[in-house]
């Protein structure tokens, strides 16, 4: 199965902050790139989202980078808060299925 | 409009009875899929239905566990004979006719406990 790898495992930041958090592809046939957001005892919900025609996408605080060269596409979290303080999971589409990555615990402390 | 409904929310199970999951999609939506989420792990695909068809189950055991999406109700995920290792959190998600797999609105899941 074609694996999606996130890194880090775990982050913490400070309020204010910026979080980053990366995924790298295999597969150059997906043509989608979500990210979820998941709060404990919650399933995930689809937070953002970039097609690799455009290298970039803003909404909010939130910005997806995008490097189809490197095979790699980035989460930003521009002034980090405390109610940003969750699980984030990047996906890519493999046919009729997402193929998550292995998640990222975001703690933002005030 | 409602969200994807799952139910049960918690279920605790012991070993060698069956477990059953149910989900109801969003209205207007005719694809179901179901994941399995380990702890501290990512969702891993499990199966997608169509109604009153299975269109890919290549993440389902092959045994113990089947699935189904009848014409009229949920969708429902069941599991025979679970396990301890049957202990995760299980989600549903679904989607529009048109909006293929990019556009998956996901249940808030049943975590399934095996004593």
Known sequence: QQQVKQSPQSLIVQKGGISIINCAYENTAFDYFPWYQQFPGKGPALLIAIRPDVSEKKEGRFTISFNKSAKQFSLHIMDSQPGDSATYFCAAPNADKLIFGTGTRLQVFP | NAGVMQNPRHLVRRRGQEARLRCSPMKG??????YRQLPEEGLKF????????IIDESGMPKERF???????????????QVVRGDSAAYFCASSPSTGGVGTQYFGPGTRLTVL
């Open chain 2, 29 to 34: 939506h005719s694809h179901v899929y179901w």
């Open chain 2, 46 to 53: 499990m199966v997608y239905l169509q109604k009153e068809n």
């Open chain 2, 66 to 80: 089947s699935a189904e999406f009848p014409k009229e109700g949920p969708s429902i995920l069941r599991i025979q």
